[in-house]
């Protein structure tokens, strides 16, 4: 079937291709594989190095194993949480699959921690609640010790080897192949071998994960460059509500590893430089456990008002010595490995310095709460799918979370619609079983984007790794938990100044095997398109939402602002426009906006 | 602070190098606390882009990093510089084909994790809610979930080294071991049978490295013993 122009590039044909291994993509793989089809995962990394693997809390289900629970309240925690930007039939279906699926995880072998009556134990999270926020503090974050994101990697790793999927491993993918404004494939380098791939496929899956690579200090791994959005935007598609990204309050000060809500959520608690468990203030009910927005938002008015700890007064206190030896190595042993490797601390004893921190993209690919990414256009109010492009996991924006995830909804999240996805695109298969005859040059760009950098007179530039650091000082200063319009001008102004170093910067490295310096550069190429989508929709949003805190704005205005942005990159500069809310559910009352107390 | 430390990496291009060397460097300490993943990071960003080597999390939970630091295994990203004898000799996990510097192919490793079945095997109908196992049933199982498949065990033991093609190893084997453990799984009757042989698991002899390289704190011997100890009582 060899026809393209070139035999440097290696044509495959599958049913479907997966770009990404981590929770998303593999429980998506899992039901195509299962059902028989022919599904390409290709990731960066091997399977089990994923980010997934570092989540930590849990995943949250209205189970009810410890106390009620009710996936409508789930659902109503989960459109507040997102400060009323989240799309409420996405949200309805996603808390109403939950419980189903984390059992379904549990049959798959995920060894969740347990009960006395030998059912999933669920924890307290942040901005949970029972009755519509009148029954008190819910407990439905199901979880395997603090390890639930490694324990549900390598349960979909193995069911996955079980089913026969067919890994391409350290495979990076460099660009989609779009003709006829559809999808058909997307062209790879084999980072091992140094080679060429083009995989055509009837549905293209993007499962990429997040971008917290774009920030200086961040809980993410070093490959979260959020490719999948970049590859959107190169191909003119849009990518939705960038400027949403959570700040997780407690990563571990200065340095970045997360620890888990879980702290908060099996008792621990917040104190400033004065000792004062300063929360009671902010949020009078839930206290610690409000949600993370609102958290972060404390911790930095605290160290704004000269309350923060340390020599140089930059970061609050996490207690949870109080909790007991012996709860904190049975419950929470990771984040006692990781205080005393990190900060040097040993949690049963001293608190853990903590930071927000940024940590997870509610902003990506756009998509419907089938899972196919839809893009609008200007003036009309209805989605356009773009045929046969999906997006799943951190790497979309569905969007269940909206301004503002709760924390255990996005492993929920990734096995929801990892499955969902599944299910329509063999619905999808099934309605187009050819592959197209693609443009024979369709290799082209992807291998020009590669080659750029390898050819020999690109050399004695800046140094990739250089430019990156500069871009993410910039973000880390320009587009924290608080925001404001000079600040934020400013920063636009040197992101938009900055891309233009990717032009001039170089690689050493001119080898074809295992070129990781080569990586990171298309890495950054990634990373620069996200981080100025994101300062653009940042600066363009005249309001307070979710993680969206700006001094001079301090309100949401629902009336202006309930609505969705979308950048697209149009030539030099990034264009962004607007979409209205889903507000209507799929089958309950909307919740309407009001406001948002903890 | 001007305090720098030393390193000697291993350095190995296959495109351009026909045997591999020693390279020195020599890295600010920028932090207390620095782990040796930093300091590759230093390299790479600031001296040789071309230092290759695997890195995801950061934080010692994907297993991307798994390298020799002078002589032992260990994750770079977890391994505090300090305290560590200089020149601090990296090398890659030994015994394993390489790649490219620190990287080394780690498709055997994964085959021999795939061989042990690694994945829930039941007779009984799904049922309609979570499948019950009582909290001391779940404790069995820690110290073996958590390992993140990292391969610093298994090439760490002689044994392996020498019949690698054929004994499992301890990675592998400390899954298999979790398998077996597992109250909610059928297959112990079948998972022996496979493991009863005398080079997947009897090449073990106890030597112990295993269970010193895991940065991870588990104990992969006494997986092995469990093993054993599971054959021999089938069998009376
Ligand atoms: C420290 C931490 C703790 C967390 N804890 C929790 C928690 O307790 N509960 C919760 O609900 N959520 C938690 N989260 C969030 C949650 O873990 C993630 O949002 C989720 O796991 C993302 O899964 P994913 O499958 O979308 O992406 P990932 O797991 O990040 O996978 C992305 C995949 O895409 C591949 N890929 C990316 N780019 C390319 C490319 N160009 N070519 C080829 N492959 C590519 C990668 O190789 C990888 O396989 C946490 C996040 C962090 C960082
Ligand atoms: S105890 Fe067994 S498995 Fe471990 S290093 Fe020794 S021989 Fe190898
Ligand atoms: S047992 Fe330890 S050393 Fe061996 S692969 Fe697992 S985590 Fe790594
Ligand atoms: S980088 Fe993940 S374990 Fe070291």
Not at chain 1, 9 to 15: A, Q, Y
Not at chain 1, 322 to 327: N, R
Not at chain 2, 135 to 152: K, N, T, W
């Amino acid at each position: 079937m060899a026809y393209l122009s070139t035999d440097k590039v290696e044509h495959h044909h599958h049913d479907v291709v997966i770009i990404g291994a981590g929770g998303a993509g593999m429980r998506c793989a899992l039901q195509l594989a299962e059902a028989g089809y022919r599904v390409a995962v290709v990731s960066k990394v091997l399977p089990t190095r994923s980010h997934t693997v570092a989540a930590q809390g849990g995943m949250n289900a209205a189970l009810g194993n410890l106390d009620s629970d009710h996936w409508h309240w789930h659902m109503y925690d989960t459109v507040k949480g997102s400060d009323y930007l989240g799309d409420q039939d996405a949200i309805e279906y996603m808390c109403r699959a939950a419980p189903q699926l984390v059992k379904e995880l549990e049959h798959q072998g995920v060894p969740f921690s347990r009960n006395d009556d030998g059912k999933i134990y669920q924890r307290a999270f942040g901005g949970q609640s029972r009755e519509f926020g009148e029954g008190g503090q819910a407990k439905r974050t199901c979880a395997a010790a603090d390890r639930t994101g490694h324990a549900i990697l390598h349960t979909m790793y193995q069911q996955n080897i079980k089913a026969g999927t067919h890994f391409y491993e350290e495979f990076f993918a460099l660009n989609l192949i779009m003709e006829d404004g559809g999808c058909h494939g997307v062209m790879a380098w084999d980072i091992g071998k140094g080679e060429y791939h083009l995989f055509q496929a009837k549905a293209v899956i993007l499962a990429t994960g997040g971008a917290g690579r774009i920030f200086k200090t961040t809980t993410n791994a070093h490959i979260c460059t959020g490719d999948g959005g970049a590859l959107c935007l190169d191909a003119g598609l849009p990518i939705e509500d960038m400027e949403f990204f959570q700040f997780h309050p407690t990563g571990i000060a200065h340095v970045g590893p997360l620890i888990s809500e879980a702290v908060r959520g099996e008792g621990g608690y917040l104190l400033n430089s004065e000792g004062e468990r300063f929360m009671e203030r902010y949020a009078p009910t839930a206290k610690d456990l409000a949600s993370r927005d609102v958290v972060s938002r404390a911790i930095a008015l605290e160290i704004r008002a000269g309350k923060g700890c340390g020599t140089n007064k930059d970061y609050a206190l996490l207690k949870l010595d109080h909790l007991g030896e012996e709860t904190i190595l049975k419950k929470l042993p990771n984040i006692h490995e990781l205080a005393l490797r990190f900060a040097g601390v040993d949690c049963t004893k001293e608190p853990i310095p903590v930071q927000p921190t940024a940590h997870y993209t509610m902003g990506g690919i756009p998509t419907n709460r089938h899972t196919e990414v839809v893009i609008n256009h200007e003036g009309s109010d209805g989605e356009e799918k773009v045929p046969g492009l999906f997006a799943i996991g951190e790497a979309a924006c569905t969007s269940v979370h909206g301004a503002n995830r709760l924390g255990g909804n996005s492993l929920l999240e990734i096995v929801v619609f990892g499955r969902a996805c599944g299910l329509k695109v063999m619905k999808w298969l099934s309605e187009h079983r050819y592959h197209k005859t693609i443009d024979p040059d369709a290799w082209h760009a992807g291998v020009n984007r590669v080659e750029r950098w390898l050819a020999k007179d690109n050399k004695g530039g800046e140094k990739v790794g250089d430019v990156r650091a500069n871009m993410q000082d910039i973000m880390q200063s320009h587009f924290s938990v608080y925001r404001t319009e000079d600040v934020m001008q400013e920063g636009v102004t040197a992101i938009e100044s900055l891309k233009e170093a990717i032009h001039q910067a170089s690689i050493d490295d001119k080898h074809r095997i295992f070129n990781t310096e080569l990586v990171e550069a298309l890495e950054l190429e990634n990373l620069m398109s996200l981080a100025r989508a994101t300062a653009a929709c940042a600066a363009n949003r005249k309001e307070s939402r979710g993680a969206h805190a700006r001094d001079d704005y301090p309100e949401r205005d629902d009336k202006q602002w309930m609505k969705h942005s979308l950048a697209t990159v149009q030539g030099d500069t990034v264009e962004v426009s607007y979409k209205p809310v889903r507000s209507t559910p799929m089958t309950v009352e909307s919740f309407p906006p009001k406001k948002r107390v903890y | 602070m001007n305090k720098t430390v030393k390193l000697e990496i291993y350095r190995f291009n296959p495109e351009t190098d026909e045997k591999p060397y020693m390279q020195s460097f020599e890295v600010p300490i920028e932090k207390p606390g620095m782990k040796l993943l930093d300091a590759l990071n230093y390299i790479k960003w600031n001296l040789d882009g071309s230092l290759t080597y695997r890195r995801s999390c950061g934080e010692g939970v994907c297993g991307s990093d798994g390298m020799n630091i002078n002589g032992v295994n260990g994750l770079g990203c977890i391994t505090p510089i300090e305290g560590l004898k200089q020149p601090i000799k990296v090398r890659p996990l030994p015994n394993m084909p390489v790649t490219r510097d620190l990287v080394v192919d780690m498709k055997h490793f994964f085959d021999q994790y795939k061989q042990i079945k690694p994945w829930l095997q039941s007779n009984t109908p799904r049922p309609e809610h979570e499948r019950l196992q009582s909290p001391a049933e779940r404790a069995e199982l820690d110290g073996s979930y958590e390992c993140v498949l990292c391969g610093c065990c298994t090439t760490s033991c002689p044994s392996w080294w020498w019949n690698g093609d054929r004994f499992l190893g301890p990675a592998a084997l400390l899954q298999a071991n979790r398998w077996l453990k597992d109250s909610r799984d059928d297959a112990a009757g079948e998972r022996l049978d496979m493991l009863e042989d005398s080079f997947k698991l009897y090449r073990c002899h106890q030597i112990m490295n295993c269970m010193e390289a895991c940065p991870k704190d588990l104990n992969p011997t006494k997986a092995i013993n469990d093993i054993k100890r599971a054959l021999v009582k089938r069998k009376v």
